[in-house]
């Protein structure tokens, strides 16, 4: 018998009745589902902890969600090592592969050993201010040094294993992993990397030069950053969901977390969702038909126009 947790998005209470349907099919299946209470489980014979404890109660973990949810799971779970099967509720669900037409299926595959896994890496974002303890974040996206209320240029530097890499100044600097390079990373013209490798991108946003681009540095490379006496008002993002001030005198640095998100991967092929999701690679020209219709169409107003030009009954 396998524990399998399910992790919704926080608050969305639209989903229970798809959570009551997934937790009786686990049962049904011979295992035993795992409810975090805060979703406030109407089912019997099912295990109930606190949400930030379901990582420690599970062997796997279903997400139901979309990205932003697949995002927040993976800080529950990834250090227990718990594989993740994400099923798409949300708009793009670029890291939730499964449909949710497919949920029942592609659970019972997972517990039967059936789907294969992949490692996904995340960042360890390790943030000092002067007299105070470190705070560790991790992420599996992004960490994102940028201005907040004020539009205004930043001055950064960042550094490589301790060597000067370049002092940017840009809206904000982007620090990714191959998970995140085709988030904003991408949005900001960053490369997307395929998910399997080990590596880090470091994009600024909209640089104030026109030579500075995206570079792309080992992922066992440990990044430092730290800001230009001047800069006010600056926030550290991690992953979108988590933020902190960023002053002067304060330091960041990014590097490889000790756990990666371990995932399950649906049939289709990472361009294939890549061309699927965000339309990479695809032609854009139009098919015979489409011409064909469209030719049509513009015939059929012509003629119309011709007619109303020509037509006898006009008071001229």
Not at 93 to 112: K, N, R, S, V
Not at 216 to 224: A, E, K, L, R, Y
Not at 276 to 289: F, P, V
């Amino acid at each position: 018998m396998q524990r399998v947790g399910f992790i919704l998005k926080p608050g969305q209470s639209s989903n229970e009745r798809l959570l009551t349907e997934l937790a009786t099919w686990v049962l049904e299946l011979g295992h035993l589902p795992v409810i975090a209470a805060e979703d406030r489980p109407v089912i019997q014979n099912v295990v109930i902890v606190p949400r930030e404890h379901i990582g420690q109660e599970i062997d796997m973990a279903v997400v139901l969600g979309g990205d932003g949810t697949m995002l927040g799971a993976s800080n529950l779970v990834a250090d227990q090592g718990v594989p993740v099967l994400g099923i798409n509720l949300g708009r793009l669900g670029f890291l939730t592969p499964f449909d949710l037409e497919d949920a029942e299926d592609a659970i019972a595959d997972a517990l039967a050993g059936k789907l294969r896994t992949s490692e996904r890496m995340r960042l360890a974002v390790t943030y000092t201010s002067d007299g105070e303890a470190p705070v560790t974040r991790t992420g599996l996206n992004d960490a994102v040094i940028h201005q907040g209320a004020m539009a205004r240029l930043i001055e950064v530097e960042a550094q490589l294993d301790g060597d000067m890499v370049s002092l940017y100044r840009a809206d904000g600097l982007i620090i990714a992993t191959p998970t995140g390079s085709t988030a904003y990373n991408l949005a900001a013209g960053g490369p997307i990397i395929e998910p399997g490798q080990r590596a880090m991108v470091l994009t600024p946003v909209c640089p104030h030069s026109l030579t500075n681009r995206s570079l792309v540095v080992p992922g066992s490379s440990s990044i430092t950053i730290h800001l230009d006496r001047s800069a006010r008002g600056v926030v550290l993002t991690v992953d979108g969901q988590w933020a902190h001030s960023f002053s002067p005198d304060d330091e960041i640095e990014i590097a490889a977390a000790a756990r990666p998100l371990v995932v399950f991967k649906s049939d289709k092929r990472y361009f294939d969702i890549l061309r699927e999701k965000l339309h990479w690679g695809a032609r854009l020209d139009r098919s015979h038909e489409q011409i064909d219709e469209a030719v049509g169409r513009r015939s059929g107003r012509i003629s119309t126009r011709q007619d109303a030009v020509s037509d006898p009954d006009d008071d001229d």
